[in-house]
């Protein structure tokens, strides 16, 4: 027999299998309960789906009342930049209760992604902005893109120009389907060349085009960028951009979790709800066992799913090294679960559940496009290979 | 908020934790472990309230959260003081004392429970019967009453099946039915069994393992004291209701590090035995992993939400996870081994009395971890209750709850 013992630490960042506070806190749920309340007055589901056929997909006077109002959009950043000075547990909970109405607004890119890009390569005026929600801002990057993925080959540093005696860097290039850019006033772009770095470009930009694109999810609808000759603001340079990026995307594929959290929560509610009230064979359909036992393993995996969010989001929010485990976790275990929940939503109620006029396929189409973006539930898995030491078949 | 140490995360107050490591202190200066006989040692722990701290006053503890036990036991382990060595006891620990505490009288909860806490008098359970498993309310071991002095005494005549130390026990908690004109829910009445009486006959059950852990007990003409009934007469569904809540919650609620469960020999032997490796079972491992993970996390959270000790429906997500998990990674086990899964280590007939995971092979492990989906409530059963009493979804139709048992088809 060959062995191979390394150390054991790996994967191993709780050993002694004390595990932090994965509960709600009162501020939590207190935040939770204005949000709620905001969004059942501004965001049901019937006004989800007619914005879906409109020019204005995002809701951005809603983000606006969010953001600045209800304060989630500086939930992450400092009080020293004007911001809550919350953490990622607060932010967990903005991202289940945007998940549970499948909220079309700009939270994750914004308050998110491109907020912890910038809490990673500080800058103090776009900080301060977000924390204001006076600014809206994305990082451009495929919304499939996964944490490690090396963000390059798209967009190239073009300038200067010779005799241009602005000393303007200029960026040219194109970017697909980059989720939460249209509603965006800045965008915060990673390109390759000298210096390679993250840029800071105004979404007004000449030169700068953004097309929005027929998305799968049309609650939160993609665009695709295309950068000729753009002035850009460097924000950070070499490894402090791609680390900056890193971080983003993790804590987007976090955040992304807690939202799967909602919205399958949400469904299972919604269907739950329908089955004590559908008749046929003169019985409430959810009295057979046949779908009962459906009910009870999709709120298993829901239950499950929630242990995995909140331990990713007490993880991050802690600055745990256990981060990387737990945001694998959580991104496996919740986007499974979402998409699991949003066709069980459609399939348990039947005729209905396939029409246009009920929201199951906003649930779907939410569900089935977040398990994509940041990574897989299968990618996230694989990256536990090596992250709790499971090399495949030929490594030792 | 920080962990306990048991991975629980709850809180504990300061003072009341530090107040109990002086009472216990305090108590071990005037009962030293090493020179005193092992039984005094642990009745008067009992009696100074520091058996178990949750237990009322009296009765072996304060009435405190259960989450400040291991302050107690910490302390009594670091001086060396005797436990109650409560594996020898789990039915009698994990549920007889928290039905005698919650249905007991106050005659039976002096009686019973110090000697149930220091292991004295172990205790079994005697439920399910061959022609009653999920259907439990439909028992059929009658318990005739008799009149006489204190209430007289019940004739008990039936057999009780998958009854685990029964061949050690001093006790039994049993249901029988003492009324079969009235519909099956409303004719059980509850009874602690006195297993060494007459008329008790306890046979090892051999099962697909090859070894014994389970019993039958054939009960004919045994007799059971009316003082000995728990609850009132015809009022057994409730009590076992009680009891089976806590057996889920021991079943799925014992808190581990991570890859402390049954993944464990898995991954140690993914590790050691690269050769074994294909990329079908790489992806089966990966996932069982998370899943695993996952699933240590949502029993963790579970307890942190279980501030009151109340068990809840909840626990019987933990016990379906648990039973899905061990089988499928035993499954993956015994394939990842390939040769070494084709051996087994011993058909032989014997008794054991606890299950021991980890101390065997894969085949083992594979084997008996199918009775987890079985044993203290098939998973099929825990699916009814999650949908009918988390979920709020309507029963099916039934036929066999409003007539009177001794008219139900069997």
């Known amino acids: 027999m060959s062995t191979t013992t390394g150390p054991v630490s790996t994967g191993q960042a709780a050993p002694t299998g004390v595990v932090p506070d994965l509960l709600y806190s009162a501020e939590e749920q207190d935040l939770r309960d204005a949000i709620r309340s905001l969004l059942a007055g501004r965001a049901d589901w019937p006004a989800v789906l007619a914005r879906t056929e409109t020019s204005e997909t995002y809701d951005t006077g809603l983000w606006q009342v969010l953001a600045a109002e209800v304060g989630c959009a500086g939930l992450l950043i400092p009080e020293s930049y004007g911001g809550a000075g919350a953490s990622y547990r607060e932010t967990a909970v903005l991202a289940e209760e945007a998940g549970r109405a499948v909220a079309p607004v700009p939270y994750l890119g914004s308050a998110v992604v491109a907020t912890a890009a910038l809490l990673a390569a500080p800058d103090a005026d776009l900080l301060a902005g977000l924390a204001a929600g006076t600014l809206t801002a994305a990082l451009a990057v495929p919304f499939d893109s996964r944490p490690s993925d090396e963000l390059t080959g798209r967009v190239r540093v073009v300038g200067p120009q010779p005799g241009d005696p602005s000393g303007q860097v200029r960026l040219t290039g194109t970017i697909a389907g980059v989720a939460d850019a249209l509603p965006a006033g800045v965008l915060l772009v990673p390109a390759d060349g000298v210096p390679a770095g993250l840029y800071a470009v105004q979404a007004d930009s000449p030169g700068l085009t953004s097309t929005p694109v027929v998305s799968l999810d049309q609650t939160r609808q993609l665009a695709d960028l295309a950068l000729d000759n753009v002035p850009g603001r460097p924000v950070a340079a070499g490894p402090d951009a791609a680390a900056a990026v890193r971080t983003a995307l993790t804590a987007g594929a976090a955040m992304l979790a807690a939202e799967q959290l909602g919205l399958a929560e949400k469904c299972l509610e919604i269907t739950v709800s329908y089955l004590k009230v559908r008749y046929q064979f003169a019985r409430p359909v959810g009295s057979f066992q046949a779908l009962k036992h459906r009910l009870a393993d999709l709120w298993v995996a829901v239950l499950q799913a929630r242990a995995a969010a909140r331990y990713a989001a007490a993880c991050l929010a802690g600055g745990d090294p256990d981060s990387p485990v737990a945001v694998a976790l959580a991104k496996a275990a919740c986007g499974d679960a979402a998409t699991l929940a949003a066709q069980e939503c459609v399939q348990l109620h039947g005729g209905i559940g396939f029409t246009w006029e009920h929201p199951a396929h906003l649930y779907l189409k939410r569900a089935k496009s977040t398990s994509i973006g940041f990574g897989t539930p299968d990618w996230h898995r694989a990256t536990l290979a090596s992250l709790a030491r499971l090399p495949g078949p030929g490594a030792q | ?410």
Not at chain 2, 123 to 142: H, K, V
Not at chain 2, 178 to 194: I, Q, W
Not at chain 2, 210 to 228: P, S
Request: glycine letters at 12%; hydrophobic letters at 40%.
């Open chain 2, 1 to 410: 908020m920080t962990g306990t140490g048991d991975g629980a995360g709850v809180t504990t107050e300061p003072v009341s934790a530090d107040g109990l490591r002086q009472q216990v202190r305090d108590f071990l200066a005037g009962h030293d472990p090493a020179s005193l006989p092992r039984l005094d040692f642990l009745r008067a722990r009992f009696d100074a309230g520091l058996a178990a701290v949750h237990y009322p006053p009296g009765l072996g503890g304060q009435g405190l959260p259960r989450t400040l036990q291991p302050v107690v036991d910490t302390e009594f382990a670091v001086a060396g003081a005797p436990t109650n060595q409560p594996e020898r006891n789990p039915i009698g620990l994990g549920m007889a004392a928290p039905t005698i505490l919650a249905f007991g009288n106050e005659e039976q909860k002096a009686r019973w429970m110090r000697s149930l806490w220091t292991g004295e008098e172990i205790w079994c359970q005697l439920f399910s019967e061959p022609g009653a498993g999920s259907d439990l309310a439909g028992l059929a071991t009658r318990a005739v009453h008799q009149d006489g002095p204190d209430g007289g005494h019940w004739v008990v005549d039936g057999q009780k099946v998958w009854t685990s130390v029964a061949h050690h026990a001093q006790w039994g908690l049993l249901l029988a039915r003492s009324d079969p004109d009235v519909p099956k829910h409303a004719g059980l009445t509850y009874f602690g069994c006195d297993m060494t009486g007459p008329g008790v006959e306890v046979r090892p059950l051999r099962q697909l393992t090859g070894e014994a852990e389970f019993n039958e007990v054939f009960l004919t003409g045994a007799v059971v004291r009316d003082v000995d009934r728990i609850g009132a007469v015809g009022a057994g569904w409730r009590v076992a209701q009680g009891t089976l809540m806590n057996e889920r919650v021991s079943i799925g609620g014992t808190p581990v590090p991570r890859e402390g469960g049954m993944i464990g020999p898995a991954v140690r032997t993914w590790r050691e035995r690269p050769e074994l490796r294909t990329p079908g079972l790489h992806d089966r491992m990966l996932r069982l992993w998370a899943d695993a993970e996952v699933a240590r996390l949502a029993a963790a959270r579970f307890r942190q939400s279980l501030a009151t000790g109340q068990p809840g429906p909840e626990g019987s997500a933990a016990k379906l996870v648990f039973a899905r998990l061990n089988q499928e990674i035993t499954e993956f086990e015994v394939e990842l081994a390939r040769a070494d899964g084709l051996r087994y280590d011993d058909w032989t007939m014997r008794r054991s009395g606890e299950v021991d995971f980890y101390g065997r092979d894969v085949g083992y492990r594979y084997l008996r971890s199918r009775g987890n989906s079985i044993e203290g409530g098939t998973s099929e059963i825990l699916r009814n209750i999650i949908a009918e009493r988390v979920l709020g979804l309507p029963t099916e139709p039934r036929t066999d709850t409003t007539v009177p048992w001794k008219d139900l088809p069997r």
